[in-house]
């Protein structure tokens, strides 16, 4: 075992007994063991695991993008006043300038695309077990948690007659390379679209003016096209029962940014203004529909403002009157 399948070996006996145990559930309510349909729910209990298992890293992801977003002016600000100075003392404050700026708005950029980060070892855990499911049927061996004759009976398993551990790259339809070409395709036309759609809906409803003018998002824009293209092309070496994992798990990214722009839109985004007309609609007050930081701050300005004031008029002195004026 080389250095890479043992870190990957905790990884792969966990998906695979997290697999093993929706199979196990769902042979016991009456479903059959060796249908592909039942090793497919499988697999997506397996998603909804993980992903709710992410739902908090999901609400520290959503804080760093708007964190982000609301820093994109001062970071403008902050490259304009280093523009054209290359020497060591100038990038060594630009860097420190820059890294104040992401405490003092609570966010980094690897927050931001943490919650995939977190995915990818489980993704290649489930790659490696269903790409190794026909080795180790020919071997009569177990895969992490799954049993010999589980292997085998996943092997045998498939769905519109294409086994769930065929790819469109290798083969292994067992005579069926057709439907294994025609639902590989589907499958990542599927794969491709749902997680372009996420994307853009993101960026189309949920960033402000500012944000989308600045350079941050010219890079997210190439993101935009980018990521579809190497998964779509990837895909190809992928199994079946691999692009089902990664499209439910696009489908459950793109229902919860759903309810994230629509419930909890950034400041200053369409979005926003939509929740806004929405809520002024059904005679609702208005929300503080601004950065929580931010808003924070300006609070405590004004609050600091208004004490000064206070004190400064209760410490002006009243000038004494003569007690002869005073009879006048």
Request: net charge positive; with cysteine.
């Amino acid at each position: 075992m080389d250095f890479f399948e043992t870190i990957m070996f905790p990884f792969k006996w966990l998906v695979s007994a997290i697999m093993v145990g929706f199979h196990d559930g769902l042979s016991f309510i009456g479903l059959p063991a060796a249908n592909g349909w039942t090793w497919t729910l499988s697999i997506i209990g397996l998603v909804l695991v993980i992903r709710a298992a992410l739902i908090p890293v999901f609400v520290k992801q959503i804080k760093a993008q708007r964190g982000m977003q609301l820093l994109q002016p001062d970071l403008k600000k902050m490259q304009d006043k280093y523009k054209g100075k290359t020497d060591q003392l100038s990038r060594q404050a630009m860097a420190q300038e820059q890294m104040a700026l992401y405490k003092k708005h609570g966010t980094n950029p690897f927050s931001a695309c943490l919650p995939m980060l977190i995915q990818m070892p489980f993704f290649f855990a489930l790659f490696q077990v269903l790409s190794g499911i026909s080795t180790a049927k020919q071997g009569s061996k177990g895969i992490g948690a799954m049993s010999v004759d589980q292997v085998k009976q996943f092997d045998e398993s498939s769905i519109f007659g294409a086994p769930l551990s065929a790819s469109l790259l290798h083969g292994g339809a067992g005579g069926n390379e057709v439907v294994v070409w025609i639902l590989s395709i589907v499958m990542i036309l599927a794969m491709t679209a749902s997680q372009f759609i996420t994307q853009k809906q993101i960026m189309a409803k949920n960033m402000s003016e500012e944000a989308m003018a600045s350079p941050f998002m010219r890079q997210q824009k190439m993101m935009l096209y980018i990521l579809p293209v190497v998964f779509g092309v990837g895909g190809i070496n992928f199994p079946i029962g691999v692009l089902i994992y990664w499209t439910t798990t696009n489908l459950w990214t793109m229902a919860q940014q759903f309810f994230v722009i629509r419930r909890m839109p950034t400041p200053g985004s369409p979005a926003a203004k939509a929740l806004a007309e929405r809520r002024a609609a059904k005679g609702l007050p208005a929300l503080p529909i601004l950065g929580g930081k931010k808003v924070d701050a300006e609070a405590e300005a004004a609050a600091a403002a208004a004490a000064a004031a206070v004190a400064e008029a209760r410490s002006q002195r009243i000038q004494p009157q003569r007690k002869n004026r005073k009879k006048k």
